[in-house]
């Protein structure tokens, strides 16, 4: 596992590692802001809703991060491009995003096709955003909400502290360490991508490479697809516990 010597690819007759490091720039540049962004996203608007429950505001957030997270991604994309894509073209003959019907060629050689390539990625932001954002807008309301009902935020401000410097003193503090869990557990999904986003798009990622090696039996890929995603599993929880002792003292006094 740690030389990354998983053999010849059966499908392509390549090195295996050739070809994840040929597709690896595509599924990092969409996933890594399509995994990123949603969750400052969420950790900003879900702080808002808390600081707001029981108000419309917080009514509003918490309903719309609701219907995010029950709405798969794929429909979300599909929907975009029939409504900003496919539509616009035939009716007024604008195209707004491009359709899924020429992905950007693997190797990108100069500006045109860099360019090409970002605006080719725009509607599967589009769709991550706001299908991954709801999420973790409701997780991390939860989580300052429960925080605000303990007896030390009160105290905080019987003492005269504003709710602003409550929350950033003491409330914030206390939800770092199961964030950083979470966290650990969703940046490894980064390498592996979503296989429903690249079939749809035609994205040369790594999750589509899977998926065609799955079908055609090709073990070499599929070995080192499972193997570098445990490794990296294990990784991000290690630098989780590390980074957990570094921000929460009761981990490293035990109490």
């Known amino acids: 596992v740690?030389?990354?010597?998983?053999?010849v690819s059966v499908y392509t007759q390549q090195p295996v590692i050739d070809e994840i490091a040929i597709r690896l720039p595509y599924t990092l540049s969409f996933y890594t802001i399509a995994t990123i962004v949603p969750i400052v996203i969420?950790?900003?608007?879900g702080i808002i809703s808390a600081k707001n429950r029981g108000r419309a505001l917080d009514s509003v957030i918490v309903q719309v991060s609701v219907v995010s997270r029950i709405l798969p991604g794929w429909l979300v994309l599909l929907l975009i491009y029939y409504g900003l894509a496919y539509l616009p073209k035939m009716l007024w003959g604008i195209q707004i995003f491009?359709?899924?019907?020429?992905?950007p060629e693997i190797g990108i050689r100069d500006w045109e096709q860099f360019k090409y390539l970002l605006w080719y990625m725009s509607p599967m932001l589009l769709a991550?955003?706001?299908?991954?954002?709801g999420g973790w807008i409701y997780y991390i309301r939860q989580l300052v909400v429960s925080e605000m009902g303990q007896d030390y935020y009160v105290t905080a401000l019987a003492k005269g502290l504003d709710e602003?410097?409550?929350?950033?003193?003491?409330?914030?503090?206390?939800?770092?360490p199961p964030l950083v869990m979470s966290l650990a557990y969703t940046i490894p999904d980064i390498f592996g991508g979503s296989i429903i986003f690249e079939i749809i798009c035609s994205w040369p990622g790594i999750a589509s490479f899977s998926y065609v090696a799955l079908q055609t039996w090709d073990?070499?890929?599929?070995?080192a697809f499972f193997a570098i995603s445990a490794l990296l599993n294990v990784v991000s929880l290690l630098i989780a516990e590390v980074v957990l002792v570094a921000i929460d003292p009761r981990v490293r006094t035990g109490g």
């Open 42 to 45: 969420g950790f900003y608007l």
């Open 128 to 133: 991550a955003l706001i299908a991954w954002s």
């Open 98 to 103: 491009p359709m899924p019907v020429r992905p």
């Open 164 to 176: 602003r410097t409550a929350l950033s003193k003491h409330v914030i503090p206390n939800v770092r």
């Open 219 to 223: 073990f070499p890929v599929m070995s």
């Open 2 to 7: 740690l030389t990354f010597r998983y053999g």
